[in-house]
């Protein structure tokens, strides 16, 4: 079981991911032809060559990016945390550093420090920052790794010597508190060399938490696929890393946005199991964040918000007992949450052995008439009525009080 030792990780529940780098300038097309694979991806795919590929930088002058905007739809959101593109595979830096001159700073007209302004937005709305940095593939190093191609011949201690590990010292020293690292793809990384990069963080940040994707299994929490949820509530401290779409950086292509009401269903479903949501916007090249994920961030924002006390600080359901048709169960020591996501006359919690003291309206307070009572097998239940005007709500979250802590499903003994 993973254990971040970092109280704010485990409850956070909501994040933000931003993918952001030179890929963003292509937008899934390259002289005319289109990726159909994730739009971070389009050098590898498309074979781009590297002295091709770099003269991107020349264009980046995101004329159009507001770090402040950014982090306040991240805050108007819900949301505890940011996690930024310091580095993806690509190799180019989005922050200014010493050790390599391929950086947002020094290779671009904009001469913008893109992780600084993110660092001081950050602070300005107590938001935490988390980094993104791709410490095994570097596909402009070239000894880097590169996935899906040949790899033999490269000197990987080399590029970990003058690239990777001066530019996570620097990331650790020059950007005020990083709360955490996510890494990725460790491809041929030794758990040798993942230590040293868990040791080199810890060092300069002790409460900095490293991501799964370290790799050697040295990662303090566990990272699910791209929108996977673990089936079963899931012990200790996790996260799913999600698109909006079905590309991380920006695809003008790419319009299969999913809707505000299945995202905040995707988050309640992967808070009720112990999890994170890390939910992803990807910039286009000129810095603007796509209208339609602003739009489904504003309307999750709205039903996050008003139902805080529902999301944040919850704890994994103890268990899972059966797949609700209506919606689903978060729950924090002496209260249970019903997210209503169906037209129902009635809430009905079945196999539940808690005494209940009050039910109600998460974001207004109404209280609602309740009942618990027992089934013919002995089992304890509690049912909630709904007034009939919540049917012309979309969806709504009901608050139970419970006698004692936590949800009970256990059977009854008698
Ligand atoms: C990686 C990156 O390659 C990708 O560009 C993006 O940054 C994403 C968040 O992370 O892609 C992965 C890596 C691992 C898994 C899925 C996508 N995985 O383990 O399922």
Redesign the pocket.
């Known amino acids: 079981m993973k254990d971040t030792k970092q109280k704010w990780f485990k409850e956070a529940k909501f994040g933000l ?1 931003i ?1 952001w780098g030179l890929y963003a300038l292509l937008a899934g097309e390259y002289k005319g032809v289109k990726t159909n694979q ?1 739009a ?2 389009i050098m590898n795919y498309l074979d781009i060559p590297v002295e091709e590929y770099e003269k991107l930088a020349g264009q980046f002058d995101p004329v159009n990016f507001d770090a402040e905007a950014i982090v306040k739809l991240a805050k108007d959101c819900g949301m505890r945390y940011i996690v930024f ?1 310091s580095k ?2 690509e190799g180019f830096a989005m922050y200014h550093s010493a050790c390599s001159p391929y950086n947002v700073v020094d290779a671009t007209p904009c001469k913008r420090d893109i992780l600084k302004e993110l660092q001081l937005a950050c602070e300005k709305y107590d938001m935490k920052l988390g980094l ?1 940095y ?1 410490q095994a ?1 570097d596909w402009h190093d070239p000894d880097g790794y590169m ?1 899906k191609k040949d790899n033999s011949g490269k000197n990987y201690r080399a590029y970990l010597d003058r690239k990777c590990m001066p530019q996570l010292r620097e990331l650790l020293t020059n950007y005020g508190e990083i709360a955490l690292i996510w890494f ?2 460790p491809m041929g990384t030794t758990p040798e060399e993942s230590m040293e990069m868990a040791k080199l963080v810890k060092e300069l940040q002790p409460n900095c938490i490293v991501s799964g ?1 370290i790799g050697n299994g040295l990662g303090e929490y566990m ?4 929108n ?1 949820i673990p089936r079963l509530p899931f012990e200790g401290d996790w996260e799913v ?1 999600a698109t909006l779409n079905d590309t ?2 920006f695809n003008k292509d790419d319009h299969n946005w999913k809707s505000a009401e299945e995202i905040i269903q995707l988050l309640v479903k992967i808070n009720s199991r112990g999890g994170n949501y890390l939910l ?1 916007i990807g910039p286009d090249g000129t810095g603007n964040v796509p209208e339609e994920s602003v739009q489904i961030l504003k309307k999750v924002g709205a039903y996050v918000r008003a139902n805080e006390e529902a999301i944040f600080a919850t704890k994994r359901m103890p268990v899972y007992p059966y797949d609700l048709t209506w919606g689903d169960l978060t729950c924090k020591e002496h209260h249970l949450y019903a997210h209503v996501f169906r037209k129902i006359p009635r809430v009905e919690i079945l196999n539940i052995n808690n005494q209940v003291k009050r039910a109600y309206l998460v974001e207004t307070g109404e209280e609602l008439a309740w009942k618990v009572g027992k089934s013919c097998e002995g089992d304890g239940y509690i049912v909630v009525e709904l007034p009939k005007e919540y049917l012309k709500k979309e969806y709504f979250c009901i608050g139970i009080e419970l006698e004692e802590e936590m949800p009970n499903f256990e059977p009854i003994k008698e």
């Open positions: 991911f993918h994730i971070e991806w593109t993806h595979h993104y791709s593939q996935a990725d793809t994707r990272t699910t696929g791209d996977f890393p991380w950086g992803n």
